[in-house]
């Protein structure tokens, strides 16, 4: 699977990236939908339905964007007791989803772990600090197919190990061997 992701949807990020904007969208809204996709597309178990990989994930993005402008024209009308009821209700999370987004955050830290210094360096920039392939190889000293590289191969290891069953044997020990040994 995520062999396929590197394959046949990373090379037209930069396309869906382009295109989202073109829709005068805001920047915020374009990360939103774009890990919006591959975190549906990483819940995908059999891609073998998908004929045309760039024409899925532009429809995709194009339904979630469809779906927030929606969102965001509706105006919500509650009843005055039902809003004294929810402003009495916490706004914390539950329990069992406070363990539950620590043991996702456990994994995503340990998938992390598997890279080299560099890739680790270069996809936190990319994803996290959304720095162009061009800033990256400019801040880091290296060259853009370095950058794409190290960013298409550690974005194929970190949803293989957590599109694997969080109960695998030791995800991070495996991947650290197949990542760091190239």
Known sequence: MAEWVGREILPHERDLRTWLRSRVMAAADVEDIVQECYCRIAQITDVSHIAEPRAYLFAMARNLAHRQRRR???VRIE????KEDNELASDLPLPDRIAAGRQELDRVRAALGTLSDRARRIFLLRRIDGLSQKEIAARLGVTEAVVENDASRSLRAILRILTEPSDAA?????????????
């Open 79 to 82: 009843p005055i007791a039902q």
């Open 72 to 74: 965001a024209r509706v």
């Open 170 to 182: 030791s995800p991070a020990e495996e991947g650290r061997a197949h990542v760091r040994s190239r």
